[in-house]
Structure formats: structure tokens, C-alpha cells
């Protein structure tokens, strides 16, 4: 199978630097405009299925994707973002002020430490890891589009590549781009990270 990857679009609150993995913000003006920019060039991509995390601003991304297909969305919880606790809805100046012991400890040490109330990271990649491989199960052989968020793209990349959580840090998924990787159930390939969105260069 191809799975493409895509990160949500833009969000007032990316604007403002939040931590936000389970607030439900939507979309903003840019990312309405990279959410039609992707469901034109996926347009006359082959799709077979298109899956989302069913938090509200990559579920409007890929919603507006489908539009252009005809399609309808498959809403996955498994493929939220990382439960931030007590950390949820705060700029990260605040973070940092209030919090600022912790957090660096967690930076330094996200595999074993928790943010306050918050989702441990183990916990978290096993979801992703668990999501991606039912998705890779039952879709054999087939074209699929995913729309999730940045850290739970890292952590599917992470998985997929065997980098596991160490790994965690070496990805980034920007906006307004697609991933995609090729898959089987004993094989995996990353076929391009953070694409812009344009016609594949003549070979």
C-alpha cells in the first residue's frame, strides 16, 4: 500500500505557539487555504480510503480533501495528538514560567517522564504504533490518505522506520506538504517526507 501523510493546517493557536493536543481549535484562514491547496493536487491522486484523527482541525483538513474526491472520511481517535495534561490550551511562555522545571526534564526525557495529568509518551506511541499497523492490516494493497497531527506523525514515522521512541525528535511534518511511505506488513519505505505540493520532476 502508499499511505499518504498529512499534518493538519494551521491553527490560531500554532500562531500563538499553544500547546494544544487534545483542544479541539479548527483550522484558520491559512489553513483553510494549504487544506483546498492539498485537495487540489490530491484531486488526481488514486485514493482508495482517507482516515483522519478526529480532532477538529485535521478532521476540516481532510474533510476538504475528500471534497474534492467525493469521499467520505474515516475518523480515527487512535490517531490524536499527545495529551498535554495541565499543559493543555497554555502558551509555552507560560510553560516555561510556570512549569519550567518540568518541562525541560521532559524535553531531556520524554520517554520516561509526564507532563502533569498528562498522556505518557509510552502510552501515546503505542497508540500511534497500534493505529498505523490496523491501518496497514486491512488496507492491502490500497492508496491511502491520513490526515493527523505533527507529534503523531513523528511517532508513525518513528514506528515505521524502527527508529522507535528515541527517534521521536527527527521529524517534522509542515503544513501544507505530504509524506508518503510504502507499505506492506513485513516492509516499509519512506517514498518522500514534507513534499511540496507540485508535479513530480521529470526523470
Not at 509555552?92 to 526534564?105: C, D, F, P, V
Amino acid at each position: 500500500m502508499k499511505l499518504y501523510l498529512v499534518r493538519h493546517g494551521q491553527t490560531d493557536m500554532n500562531k500563538n505557539n499553544m500547546f494544544y493536543g487534545w483542544t479541539d481549535a479548527d483550522i484558520n484562514e491559512t489553513g483553510l487555504r494549504q487544506a483546498e491547496e492539498l485537495k487540489e493536487f490530491f484531486r488526481d491522486v488514486p485514493l482508495d480510503a482517507i482516515y483522519s484523527s478526529d480532532l477538529r482541525r485535521a478532521a476540516h483538513t481532510a474533510e476538504i480533501i475528500a471534497s474534492g474526491k467525493g469521499m467520505q472520511v474515516h475518523y480515527e481517535k487512535a490517531f490524536r495528538e499527545l495529551y498535554y495534561g495541565d499543559w493543555e490550551n497554555r502558551p509555552a511562555a507560560e510553560i516555561k514560567e510556570k512549569y519550567g522545571q518540568e518541562l525541560r526534564g521532559w524535553i531531556k526525557d520524554w520517554k520516561t517522564r509526564t507532563m502533569p495529568n498528562g498522556e505518557a509518551f509510552p502510552a501515546f506511541y503505542q497508540r500511534i504504533a497500534d493505529g498505523v499497523e490496523k491501518l496497514i492490516a486491512v488496507n492491502k494493497g490500497k492508496n491511502i490518505l491520513l490526515v493527523s497531527h505533527n507529534g503523531a506523525l513523528s511517532a508513525l514515522l518513528c514506528h515505521l522506520t524502527e527508529a522507535g521512541m528515541d527517534g521521536f525528535w527527527r521529524f517534522d511534518s509542515k503544513q501544507g506538504h505530504y509524506s508518503a511511505v510504502l507499505a506492506t506488513e513485513k516492509w516499509r519505505t519512506i517514498d518522500c517526507l514534507n513534499h511540496p505540493l507540485c508535479k513530480e520532476e521529470p526523470k
